[in-house]
């Protein structure tokens, strides 16, 4: 059972106030991350993932191949720690719950409390945390540098048994297919208008078949999982209808006739505006899809404790806008912070990208998913 905010904060009060020694985890929890922190503001951290990045380089004799590398080895590198947090998963869930009825300060404080009572789940989510993000920044400061045309510090940025690289670097030209339009045809608005005008009574007429049938077949399990992917296409199509709509405005006033495959090159030593939109594109593509993955996973657990569906549905359409929201702030983020810096730190982002739409085919495989139901609780006083 989960604490109310009075039992919670009068149990951080009485640990605050006692005497009682740290536990085991967190006294280590402590030591292991002021060791960390000073490794990294000394440049530890950048020393690593620049060493890994040459050390990939002196093997594939590539630039390009070497960024994608970095981002295969930071992901197997971390798959121990993924491993380890899905089986915690069912105690940061009640710590996530307990956090999401406090506000402001009084989150800090509730984790504070975690960490000093030795919560193993706590300790190891924030510990992650910190790690995932020191190695996300130390590898977008490696190719921040141009190490591309000034030859690199071996003695400041490589460990002794990194071979020092052989100037002018190689495989700095990333080619990629691409496709070229030639020639483009336009539909005029009152036929654009027209077909959005007969989904949208498409979609009206089968609401009322549901209204007018559903006492008819409310009981028939078949029917009731059809309805239910319905609702969430509805969902989805109404979360983003805006978005939806206004990329069908451009994609009917200029409908491809004719096109031809071609390969584009891009220069990973210096800056690319294609690139950087491609970059940005896809950022937005991987928050939206990270966010409908996260929804599905809570439905399931909010159907399987018997919450309405209303409500399932509510919140499902408010954490999707949320996710458009976060999606649009990262790409246009992203391209202002690409422009800045040659498109290889691009390269690395999208590698990252590719890395995670593949997981489930990939890295997911070996992380064994919690199988077990746990209670939750939908944010239902926050839907209008």
């Known amino acids: 059972m989960i604490q109310t905010d009075q039992t919670s904060f009068a149990h951080v009060r009485k640990i605050d106030n006692s005497k009682q020694r740290l536990p085991l985890i967190t006294f280590f929890f402590l030591i292991f991350l002021v060791i960390v922190l000073v490794w990294f503001f000394r440049g530890g951290s950048f020393r690593f993932y620049a060493s890994l990045f040459f050390g990939l380089y002196f093997l594939t004799k590539s630039t390009w191949i070497s960024i994608i590398f970095v981002g295969v080895v930071q992901t197997l590198i971390f798959l121990p720690f993924r491993i380890i947090n899905e089986n915690l998963k069912p105690d940061l869930k009640e710590f ?11 989150q800090q404080i509730l984790l504070t409390r975690q960490i000093k009572s030795g919560s193993w789940s706590v300790v190891f ?35 002794d048994f990194i071979p020092y690289p052989e100037y002018p670097l190689q495989g700095t030209i990333f080619k990629f297919p691409w496709i070229h339009v030639l020639k483009t045809t336009a539909l005029s608005w009152q036929t654009i208008f027209t077909i959005w005008g007969v989904l949208l009574g498409f979609f009206v007429v089968l609401r009322f078949l549901w209204l007018f049938l559903r006492r ?4 028939n399990k078949s029917i009731l999982n059809i309805r239910i992917r319905y609702n969430n296409l509805l969902i989805f199509i109404s979360s983003f209808i805006g978005t939806l709509f206004l990329i069908s405005l451009f994609v009917f006033r200029h409908i491809p006739t004719a096109g031809e495959i071609i390969i584009l090159s891009a220069d990973l030593t210096k ?7 491609i970059t940005a594109i896809c950022t937005f593509i991987a928050t939206i899809s990270s966010g409908i993955k996260s929804n599905r996973e809570l439905s399931a657990e909010a159907r399987l404790n018997n919450i309405p569906e209303e409500t399932i549905q509510k919140v499902t359409r408010q954490h999707l806008q949320k996710s458009a929201q976060n999606g649009l702030l990262l790409s246009l983020f992203t391209i202002w912070v690409t422009r800045l810096m040659p498109c290889s730190h691009d390269l690395s982002v999208l590698s990252f990208e590719f890395i995670y739409f593949i997981s489930p085919l990939t890295f997911d495989r070996l992380v064994r998913k919690t199988s077990k139901p746990n209670p939750i609780e939908l944010p239902i006083e926050k839907i209008s």
Request: aromatic content about 20%.
């Open 216 to 219: 008819f077949l409310s009981k």
């Open 125 to 159: 989510h924030t510990l992650n945390f910190i790690l995932l993000a020191l190695a996300f920044f130390s590898v977008g400061r490696i190719f921040f540098m141009d190490f591309y045309h000034h030859p690199i510090d071996a003695s400041k940025f490589l460990y």
């Open 96 to 106: 996530e719950k307990e956090l999401e009825k406090t506000k402001g300060d009084n």
């Open 271 to 277: 800056q690319n505006n294609g690139f950087n939109i």
